[in-house]
């Protein structure tokens, strides 16, 4: 699978501990502004998650992809969510992956396929790229930043028995 990230979900899977096990299984890109605002302007304040976004930039597990601007008049968007959108638009991509709600509002107003940080930890299992014991505690380790209600239904997936 092939995937643009923005710096919301890609900041809360770092944080979580499931970006490396993501970054592993699929494809993941992002915009320049995305490396931007999760590496550059944040690394001078010593957040540890943008040093270990930045390495993988360096071992390109994630990529930084600069494309041509192709702006939509379909979805209405801020600059960094601009810049993801049109990267997804430029590229053969399969879809988007944000946890900002009202920009994954946007995105399924304008037909465009996304996935939540937790919707990823739960393709990592379906697809068998890792055990469920170790997506449930990545699970666990991303429940403080998502919903309740995200965490019960990921949580109820990963338990199916196949």
Known sequence: MKIVMDSDCLVKLTKSGAKEAIVSAMEVHIPPLVKKETVDEVKERGYQDAFIIEENIDRKVLQVVKHEWKKSSAISATKGEAEVISLYLGGNY???????????????????????????????????????????????????????DEYAVAKLYMEEKS
């Open 94 to 148: 399969d879809a988007i992956a944000s946890d900002d709600q009202r920009f994954l509002k946007r995105l399924e107003a304008a037909n465009i396929p996304y996935l939540t940080a937790t919707a990823c930890l739960v393709y990592l299992y379906k697809n068998k790229k890792v055990e469920r014991s170790a997506a449930v505690g990545m699970l666990e380790s991303l429940k403080p930043f998502i919903s309740r």
